[in-house]
């Protein structure tokens, strides 16, 4: 899976679980989720269970912080690095 892809696929999620009703365009790469308060402490842990389940990323054996989930450009770049081959 391309990283254009997983950016596509991590944008529709977030849009679909923290900004309902918002068009999937309107949300860019390098949009702060965190400052902005589209993604907090709970939504955290909903991302993390997604992309757990979605990706294979093992959260429990990597070291990752906030800034691994402040924007969408992050995010994807920290799935890039951390997925199993098998998941691409």
Same mark, same amino acid.
């Given at each position: =899976?391309?990283?254009?892809? %997983?950016?596509?696929? #991590?944008?529709? !999620?977030?849009?679909?679980?923290? &900004? $309902?009703?918002?068009?999937?365009? /309107?949300?860019? *790469?390098? !949009?702060? &989720?965190?400052?902005? *308060?589209? @993604?907090?402490?709970? *939504? &955290?842990?909903? =991302? &993390? *269970?997604?992309?757990?389940?979605? !990706?294979? @990323? +093992? #959260?429990? /054996? %990597?070291?990752?912080? +906030? /800034? /691994?989930?402040?924007?969408?450009? $992050?995010?994807? $770049? =920290? %799935? $890039?690095?951390?997925? +199993?081959?098998?998941?691409?």
């Amino acid at each position: =899976m391309s990283t254009t892809a %997983i950016a596509t696929e #991590v944008r529709a !999620y977030v849009v679909a679980q923290f &900004l $309902a009703g918002e068009d999937v365009s /309107d949300l860019t *790469g390098d !949009y702060d &989720l965190l400052d902005s *308060g589209v @993604i907090d402490s709970l *939504g &955290l842990v909903k =991302m &993390l *269970g997604h992309l757990t389940s979605a !990706y294979q @990323i +093992p #959260v429990d /054996d %990597i070291d990752f912080g +906030p /800034d /691994d989930f402040r924007t969408l450009d $992050a995010i994807v $770049a =920290m %799935i $890039a690095e951390h997925r +199993p081959a098998a998941a691409v």
